[in-house]
């Protein structure tokens, strides 16, 4: 919000017809201006002092606020598909990576592998050239285990010999044939979020939901607003009172009902807006919180700006600033642009860069 102090009120000695005006500008706030007459009066005694600020050349950018949430983004469910019992689980906050395991069943490991193709059947020897094959023997060479040359769509016995050996690794059957739940998969590492079973419970069920490994800002962003998110593009982000920048990662393609503060319907449909912090210790060790993400919807560029406390709302119409030049003061009349961050941009004639103004703020 933009604030200004009251003017000193010396200063109105100075003018003729002076009132107040409250002036709402486009971020919603209010800026208190003195209104005055262009005419000028003689002054018997010399003017207080006054605060006084130069006229900046700078870029000033129009932004946009929405709430956001920090978190490590959505979660997702990890399933069992082995029959038997759960023996062992990973911590609520653990990071996997491939070839570790993700829990365990009947004593034995379920390891997690990479790729976006589910394994939708078993494999062995005979089996048809498929994409999964490919998956299979790229996992299998990155956990250390090859012997069949490039990855590829066919199931060899150099395919089958390579199973055995990681088979063995994991104090599994030695069988050379791979099932549907042996492993985990996921496009990536993941973040154990939270645990759904127990030691104990049935491996066929729900077992723990996983979610991303970096945190990162969600903003549910009115669907009529999603020109303000452009991928790559930069926002800024504040939590828990710090900012700092941060880029757009991904821009939701589907719109869902939203919701306001309280959770009911505001009638406006949302889009998902994912914005990582380009400097993660802005959120401290912080796993969740809510965010305030500002995206920038306009730009101008090399403008002549003041404080805003140093506009005057001239008595016959328009706006002015005052201008301290070794202490004698005119008024040049101006016209306004852009308010940005407690500034606005001004323009008039004779109006030039480093000239001094009477301001409030």
Not at 164 to 176: E, I, N, V, Y
Not at 287 to 294: E, G, I, L, Q, Y
């Amino acid at each position: 919000m933009i604030e200004s102090k009251p003017r000193r009120r010396g200063r109105a000695r100075w003018f003729i017809a002076a009132a107040v005006l409250v002036v709402v500008v486009g971020t919603g706030s209010a800026v208190i201006l003195t209104r005055v007459s262009s005419a000028t009066s003689v002054q018997e005694a010399a003017p207080p002092p006054v605060e006084t600020a130069a006229v900046a050349k700078t870029d000033l950018s129009e932004e946009e606020e929405a709430d956001g949430t920090l978190g490590y983004g959505e979660e997702s469910t990890v399933a069992g598909r082995k029959p038997g019992t759960i023996t062992s689980l990973p911590a609520a906050g653990a990071t996997l990576t491939r070839c570790q395991a993700v829990y365990g069943v009947d004593a034995k490991p379920v390891p997690l592998f990479y790729g976006t193709l589910p394994f939708y059947r078993d494999l062995a020897s005979g089996a048809a050239d498929g994409a999964d094959v490919k998956q299979l023997e790229e996992n299998l060479k990155a956990c250390g285990y090859g012997g069949f040359g490039t990855p590829d769509k066919k199931f060899t016995a150099a395919t089958a010999a390579a199973l055995k050996k990681w088979q063995k690794a994991l104090g599994l059957d030695q069988t050379g044939a791979f099932g549907q739940g042996d492993v985990v998969l996921s496009a990536g590492e993941l973040r154990v979020s939270a645990l759904s079973a127990k030691l104990g419970s049935p491996a066929q069920g729900e077992v723990l939901k996983t979610s991303g490994t970096v945190r990162s800002v969600q903003v549910k962003l009115d669907a009529a607003k999603q020109d303000l998110a452009q991928q790559g593009a930069k926002a800024s982000v504040t939590i828990n009172g710090k900012t700092s920048k941060g880029t757009i990662t991904d821009v939701g393609k589907s719109a869902v009902e939203g919701k306001d503060g309280a959770g009911q319907d505001d009638g406006k449909p949302k889009i998902t807006v994912t914005v990582q912090l380009d400097d993660p210790a802005v959120a401290g060790t912080l796993d969740s919180a809510p965010a305030t993400v500002r995206f920038t919807k306009d730009v101008h560029q090399g403008v002549l700006a003041v404080p805003v406390g140093a506009l005057l709302a001239l008595a016959e119409g328009g706006y002015a600033v005052e201008v301290d030049e070794n202490g004698k003061r005119r008024l040049i009349a101006v016209q306004t642009g852009l308010f940005s961050g407690g500034k606005v941009e001004v323009s008039g004639n004779g109006l030039t860069a480093g000239m001094r103004v009477v301001t409030t703020s």
